[in-house]
């Protein structure tokens, strides 16, 4: 009985490391620069357009919160010696309110420009996405990986071979002739 669990035992474990050997021999590995890809698509410039606007949009609006707090600050610095304690504290409450408003208005901007970023960006991720799957199915890849994520490499080493990006952008339609 002993014999026979050793005999399995041996037997499983050869099985598995012959799968193993077979299964590391289709593997194919490529990668990409999702970033690359998305900065060669026409619609990047628009995408980027409407950014800019958007964040612009939102820079004037907090401005002129700040000008008319500003203003508002000048002039009771200038006056709150001649004010009735009644007015000037007051004023004290209408500028600590302003100021409190501007604050949050900064947070909601912030949020509303990471909000308009993803809207604009996600189709142009999927259709990126999209094409890398396709890529990678037409050319025998059974694994693609960015070649960094928001500035940390993920890949530490790759042959040139390897590199889709330009295969995605000829999918995608891109010329990468520059």
């Not at 050793?6 to 012959?18: D, E, G």
């Not at 002039?75 to 304690?85: A, D, H, I, S």
């Not at 996405?129 to 059974?142: L, P």
Request: hydrophobic content about 35%; some cysteine; aromatic content about 6%.
């Amino acid at each position: 009985m002993k014999r026979y669990k050793i005999l399995l035992t041996t037997t499983l474990c050869c099985l598995m490391a012959f799968g193993a050997v077979a299964q590391s021999a289709s593997l194919k590995i490529g990668y990409t620069n999702v970033d690359y890809i998305l900065s060669k698509l026409p619609e990047a410039k628009q995408i980027e357009s409407e950014l800019k606007t958007h964040e612009e949009q939102l820079g004037a609006q907090l401005q002129s919160k700040m000008k008319e707090f500003e203003d508002k600050y000048t002039t009771f610095m200038e006056t709150q010696e001649t004010m009735e304690p009644v007015i000037r504290n007051d004023k004290q409450t209408e500028l600590q309110t302003l100021q409190t408003n501007i604050q949050k208005f900064q947070q909601e901007a912030e949020k509303s420009l990471q909000q308009k970023q993803v809207e604009l960006l996600k189709p142009a991720y999927e259709k990126i996405q999209k094409s890398i799957d396709e890529v990678a199915k037409e050319n025998g890849y059974t694994h693609i990986f960015s070649n960094d994520a928001g500035g940390v490499p993920i890949l530490l080493y790759a042959t040139e071979q390897d590199d889709i990006s330009n295969l995605v952008l000829a999918k995608l339609g891109v010329s990468t002739a520059e």
